[in-house]
């Protein structure tokens, strides 16, 4: 009874200890709880409100009845949760002694472990050693094994070597080089297993026995072969015996080989050598084809009488053919060196022709093992293909036509050049040759031209081009190839040189020399009045120009398309060139100042032209100026001066359109020229007309609205396809005339006041040179005086031209803007 008293004094104790204190868990603490031990009691709540608590429970005051049920409740929740804490506090009590004791278990668990893999380490060394006291004497008999089977075997490669030695020397004596081939193999084989052991004296002693006999096969041989091809009239009796020889040679140093086909291919070209001395007449270059035909002879008569009698991997056929061009090159450059004078450009090319022919011909029946690594030689042909040989044309004839063939070139072969290198030091003779022809065909051009004058057959597409522009790039072509068979090095860039010349010479005489002159006379226009101008128009017969006919229009553009195919031609050639010629001098084949000149050429004919078009114009213009527009009393139809203007340019335009239909962007750049340089010079003649009335300037400004509209129109003026001007064309017209509009929009506002006029013209021009202003003044009559005021004025404006909002006289000004789009307005509707 007692403990429970104490107890319960213990849950009052902490009862109010708890009522009186308030604990406050960091976030995490509690977020951490809520996650282990989840709970929707609002008393769990970290936020709990006792008022609003006891508000819940107690909402109305009839439900206070119940109160002390809900406060029992409450105690003996209290004592339920005091008693799991008592429980749990209890329980913690003894599991530190229990963490200790179960810290000792482990430890002594450990300790045994421990124990038994040291036993195990122990037992697993002594199992080790037994291992080894077991297989030692096995260990010592694989030893002694090796030993005695490499014993045995050296002895009997001794035996061998030995046995061999005296074998080989025999055999040599004999000369049964068959027998000696086979075992003089064996014997080297043998004795490189004796490399280790030179240093033994006996061993020693054999290396150079075998040595020696290797050297005294090699003489023996060669003297042999000396001795048999001794009577070239006898024929060779124990040519077995050297065919068996040759497989010796196979076995013997590479030294003796060389040596042994150096002998028999000079021994072969020994006849060649005398026949074709420097001072026989057969060895000009007139008779080359003898020296190609005596080696096609002589390979074979070799391969009749000793092809058998040579190994096939010598390919002694070949290089005999090889040595052949070697002093062929050498005897014909000293040779054309002494007699260079006597050399003419057809004996040349026939010369270079029958080489080229006949280095093809090689390059089809060998392989080129002799001169090419190994794996890069190609498939011979028979030798029989080489007794075939085309008639050639007489070189010295008048009617012949020498041209070297082509060399196909499906992979580089060794034989292109062997021989035709030689005459790469004389292609200035073929250079020089091509410049005279190509002088000759520019002259003839130039004579035909002169004699016919401009051709007048048309492409499909309207243009003309040359017919001898065509011809020029086409013996350009034919030269090229040529000249990139012969060589591809400094005479294919010294053509390049030539072709650039007769490009500028062609340019400048047969284009730009036959343009024609455009000379233009303006006539003199006096005593026109508005009335004139309005009701009579500008008659023709009342101005006389010089004018390009249409043959001389026609004439300008086909110059024009000749240039353009002529210019697009020379860049193809010019790449083409690039591709054929060394790239070590690809970079000095440069094209660029002829393709510029003919750049030029271009620009020359659309700037005539143009100056033609304007010519047209300029008494339409002048016109204009003679007109005393302040008098003029109503605005009217366009004047006869943009009718004028307009009639010329639908006169000429079709024709130039049509005549450059194959170079349509030539033609979008003339119209763009023309309206650069035409519309310039109507603002410079509207300047002119002075001074102008405020309906004279409404006639002027809708005389510009025509124009502006028929500009706009000018690339498809007469054509039966209707096609969209260029965006950089109409933003040329419409800036170019709308500044003409402003200024006549200028004229036409009041001068009254001062100061909203020089708002208005800044508003409206955008232009602050003081010279432009000035003829504005003018334009609108205003006297000196006045004029100075102006000007004055400007000049003060000039810093703040966008300050002319709120200053006085800005009413006036948009009263004069709103009269000018009314104007407008009636403009388009009588158009």
């Known amino acids: 009874m007692m403990a429970t008293n104490m107890e319960d004094d213990e849950v009052d104790v902490i009862e109010d200890d708890y009522m009186n204190s308030i604990v406050n868990l960091p976030p995490e603490v509690q977020e951490a709880i ?56 209890r329980g ?61 075997t050296t002895l009997n490669h001794l035996h061998m070597l030995v046995g061999g030695v005296d074998t080989l020397e025999s055999l040599t004596r004999r000369r049964q080089y068959a027998d000696v081939a086979n075992l003089l193999q064996g014997v080297v ?69 060389k040596d042994l086909l150096k002998w028999f291919v000079k021994l072969q070209l020994s006849e060649y050598l005398h026949l074709f001395q420097e001072n026989q007449d057969i060895a000009w270059l007139d008779k080359i084809d003898r020296r190609y035909a005596w080696i096609k002879r002589a390979l074979v008569e070799y391969e009749e009488k000793y092809g058998r009698m040579f190994p096939p991997d010598w390919e002694v056929s070949e290089r005999i053919c090889v040595e052949f061009c070697n002093i062929t090159r050498d005897e014909l450059s000293k040779l054309m060196q002494k007699r260079s004078t006597e050399i003419e450009v057809k004996l040349l090319l026939f010369a270079i022709q029958r080489t080229t022919n006949f280095e093809l011909l090689i390059t089809k029946r060998f392989s080129g093992v002799t001169l090419l690594p190994p794996g890069e030689a190609t498939t011979p042909v028979d030798i029989k293909a080489m007794e075939e040989e085309d008639a050639g044309n007489n070189p010295f004839e008048e009617d012949s036509q020498i041209e070297v063939k082509t060399i196909m070139k499906q992979q580089q072969s060794p034989f292109q050049g062997i021989i035709s290198a030689c005459f790469e030091a004389h292609l ?53 190839v040529q000249c990139s068979q012969l060589s591809t090095g400094a005479p294919l860039l010294s053509l390049t040189s030539t072709f650039q010349k ?23 226009v006096s005593g026109l009045n508005i009335s004139t101008l309005l009701k009579e128009g500008l008659k023709d017969s009342s101005t006389e120009i010089s004018k390009f006919t249409s043959e001389e229009q026609f004439l300008v553009c086909s110059i024009l398309c000749t240039a353009e195919y002529c210019l697009e031609t020379s860049q193809q050639l010019e790449g083409k060139l690039r591709e054929k010629i060394n790239p070590d001098l690809r970079e000095k084949v440069d094209l660029t100042n002829e393709v510029d000149l003919y750049h030029n050429v271009i620009a020359n004919c659309i700037q005539l032209l ?26 009217g139809d366009q004047s006869s001066y943009v009718s004028a203007i307009t009639s010329h340019i639908k006169q000429v335009l079709p024709n130039i359109r049509d005549n450059l239909a194959s170079a349509r962007k030539y033609f979008t750049q003339f119209c763009i020229r023309f309206v650069n340089s035409f519309i310039p010079q109507f603002v410079n003649h509207l300047y002119k007309c002075k001074p102008i009335s405020t309906v004279g300037a409404e006639q002027l400004l809708l005389d510009t609205h025509s124009l502006k509209t028929v500009l706009l129109d000018l690339p498809s003026i007469g054509s039966q396809v209707a096609r ?28 009254d006041p001062s100061q909203a006029f020089v708002d208005n013209y800044l508003k409206l021009l955008d232009d602050t040179d003081t010279s432009n202003f000035q003829k504005v003044l003018e334009m609108k009559g205003l006297k000196r005086g006045d004029q100075n005021i102006m000007l004055e004025l400007f000049k003060t404006r000039l810093p703040s031209q966008t300050a002319g909002r709120g200053q006085p006289g800005v009413a006036a000004a948009r009263e004069e803007t709103s009269r000018i789009r009314r104007l407008e307005k009636l403009i388009k509707k009588k158009l």
């Open 428 to 480: 200035h003779i073929y250079i020089q040759s091509q410049d005279q022809n190509l002088s000759e065909l520019i002259e003839r051009f130039v004579t035909d031209f002169k004699a016919n004058g401009p051709p007048r057959a048309e492409s499909e597409h309207g243009g003309a081009i040359f017919p001898s522009c065509a011809d020029l790039f086409v013996y350009y072509k034919k030269c090229m």
């Open 502 to 524: 007769y490009l500028r010479i062609y340019a400048t005489r047969l284009l730009s020399g036959s343009l024609p002159k455009a000379v233009v006379s303006t006539p003199s």
């Open 92 to 152: 913690q009590t003894n599991a530190g002694q229990d963490g200790r004791e179960a810290l000792a278990e482990a430890q002594k668990a450990i300790q045994e472990l421990f124990k038994r893999i040291k036993d195990i380490k122990e037992k697993a060394n002594k199992s080790e050693e037994m291992v080894k006291e077991i297989t030692r004497d096995i260990k010592q008999l694989d030893h002694a094994k090796r030993h005695l089977t490499a014993s045995i």
């Open 610 to 635: 143009v100056q033609d078009l304007e010519a047209l114009c300029e008494p339409a213009l002048t016109a204009m100026n003679k007109v005393n527009w302040s008098v003029v009393e109503a605005v």
């Open 34 to 89: 809520e996650q282990v031990l989840p709970s929707n009691d609002p008393l769990d709540s970290p936020d709990f409100n006792a008022v609003e608590y006891i508000n819940t429970l107690f909402p109305t005051e009839q439900s206070l009845a119940n109160i002390d049920e809900v406060i029992n409740k409450m105690r003996t929740k209290i004592y339920r949760l005091d008693d799991n804490i008592r429980m749990v506090v």
């Open 189 to 257: 084989n043998v004795l490189d297993h004796f490399n280790k052991y030179v240093g033994i004296p006996q061993i020693r002693q054999l290396a150079d026995k075998v040595k020696k006999i290797q050297a005294e096969l090699g003489v023996q041989i060669l003297a042999d072969f000396e001795e048999a091809f001794a009577n070239a009239s006898k024929p060779i009796g124990n040519q077995k015996q050297l065919t068996e020889a040759c497989l010796v040679v196979n076995v013997l140093e590479p030294k003796v080989k």
């Open 724 to 751: 969209k001007a260029p965006a950089s064309f109409t933003k040329i017209v419409v800036k170019g005339m709308t500044k003409a509009e402003m200024i006549l929009k200028v004229v036409m506002s009041p001068a």
